[in-house]
């Protein structure tokens, strides 16, 4: 029997994939982040991982993978990338580009094709949860099939 929660544009890119991963529903919270879905699942925030829509100072988006309970040094970043300037992309923009909305974004199954960065230290976490493509819904599985599958770029961003 097909898992319902797992019926959104990011499961059915991951079931196309042939990848195995397990869906964990969660109460999801207005503004609760990361650390409400590490609380609601008993998990480590650290193994949570958020999905960031970023842009150039040319407009140009791309998606940051980082650990729940850091953040992105933009700084860093643009000094990693070669560009003078990053900033997080504003609500409706990320929505425009993924196909998903803020506190529900996957880098599985977006709208648009775009760059992907992970933070170096994800893939040593043994397993990662990351968002499934709506409010409330954690996808998890192995980070070395995560980072392979979107083609990311590891980057040393975390403050």
Do not use: W
């Not at 898992?3 to 991963?21: E, H, Q, W, Y």
């Not at 900033?87 to 529900?104: I, L, S, W």
């Not at 990662?128 to 040393?156: C, H, K, M, Q, W």
Request: include cysteine.
């Amino acid at each position: 029997m097909a898992d319902k929660t797992a019926a959104t544009p990011a499961g059915r890119f991951l079931r196309r994939a042939g990848i195995s991963f397990q869906s964990h529903p969660y109460a999801y919270q207005d503004h609760g982040g990361t650390a409400t879905a590490a609380r609601e699942l008993g998990l480590d925030e650290h193994q949570v991982i958020k999905t960031l829509v970023m842009e150039d100072e040319r407009r140009q988006p791309f998606l940051v993978l980082m650990h729940g309970d850091r953040e992105v040094s933009t700084r860093r970043l643009a000094r990693t990338l070669g560009v003078k300037k990053v900033t997080p992309c504003p609500p409706a923009t990320a929505e425009k580009h993924t196909g998903y909305q803020v506190g529900g974004i996957s880098p599985f199954g977006t709208r648009k094709s775009l760059p992907v960065y992970h933070e170096r230290s994800l893939t040593a976490v043994p397993r990662v949860y990351i968002n499934g493509g709506r409010r409330g819904l954690l996808f998890s599985l192995d980070p070395a099939v995560l980072v392979e599958l979107l083609a990311s770029t590891p980057v040393d961003v975390a403050r």
